[in-house]
Nanobody
Framework: VQVVESGGGLVQAGGSLRLSCEAS????????LEWYRQAPGKERELGAG???????DSADSVKGRFTISRDKAKNTVYMKMHSLKPADTAAYYC??????????????WGQGTQVTVSS
């Protein structure tokens, strides 16, 4: 199983970006793709997630500005980020969480994509 993020870059404050996270390989049918971010010197925090059953949620810190969507056919989750702020500058990571049965899960991280918001 492999997870690959793309779409990061440099943007001015107030701008928008769309991040993509594609999962590939032999995956379990029920899974969740989650976006995390980690700013320098800070802990990694959850931004938003989308499950294979169609449900989605986002953290309060990004709710209203970040929108997550999923293309089931492509096993890809997108996170559209609006009204970006310098505080959103971070490395953004995607993680695939698979339910493998008996209460266990398998987590696979992507390599991350950098988002830099200039003031």
């Amino acid at each position: 199983v492999q997870v690959v993020e793309s779409g990061g870059g440099l943007v001015q404050a107030g701008g928008s970006l769309r991040l993509s996270c594609e999962a590939s390989g032999n995956m379990f049918s029920f899974n969740v793709l989650e976006w995390y971010r980690q700013a320098p010197g800070k802990e990694r925090e959850l931004g938003a997630g989308s499950s294979s059953d169609g449900s989605a949620d986002s953290a309060d810190s990004v709710k209203g500005r970040f929108t997550i969507s999923r293309d089931k056919a492509k096993n890809t989750v997108y996170m559209k980020m609006h009204s970006l702020k310098p505080a959103d500058t971070a490395a953004y990571y995607c993680m695939l969480v698979e339910s493998v049965g008996r209460g266990y899960e398998r987590d696979t991280w992507g390599q991350g994509t950098q988002v830099t918001v200039s003031s």
